[in-house]
């Protein structure tokens, strides 16, 4: 069974800093996209950030310049460096990962989510 798992999340003061990892666990034949999204009380998931198995990127216009996505193809985890916190950003934030089971399906798999909170 395929799992993603995410961590990292907690609360911080405006301008500092998070480091959000996420790893996928289970039977995994491949991995393609992968991404953060985040989601507020009574709003829709927003996508964050995303990046390809080669590694292109790319950024929601509120996060660009503040956080970073990467990932390690070898040990399946995704990561988002989050700089400059500001009070908006405070979410929960979902990892995410189109990858390949072991019945040869693609299909998207969501982690469980992770708080971060940022006060001002």
Partial sequence: QVQLMESGGGFVEAGESLRLSCAASGSIFGADVMAWY?????????????????????????????????????????????????????AVYYCTAHLRDSTSRWQDYWGQGTQVTVSS
């Fill in 38 to 90: 985040r989601q507020t009380p009574g709003t829709g998931r927003e996508l964050v950030a995303t990046i390809t198995p080669g590694g292109q990127t790319k950024y929601a216009d509120s996060v660009k310049g503040r956080f970073t996505i990467s990932r390690d193809n070898a040990k399946l985890m995704v990561f988002l460096q989050m700089s400059s916190l500001k009070p908006e950003d405070t």
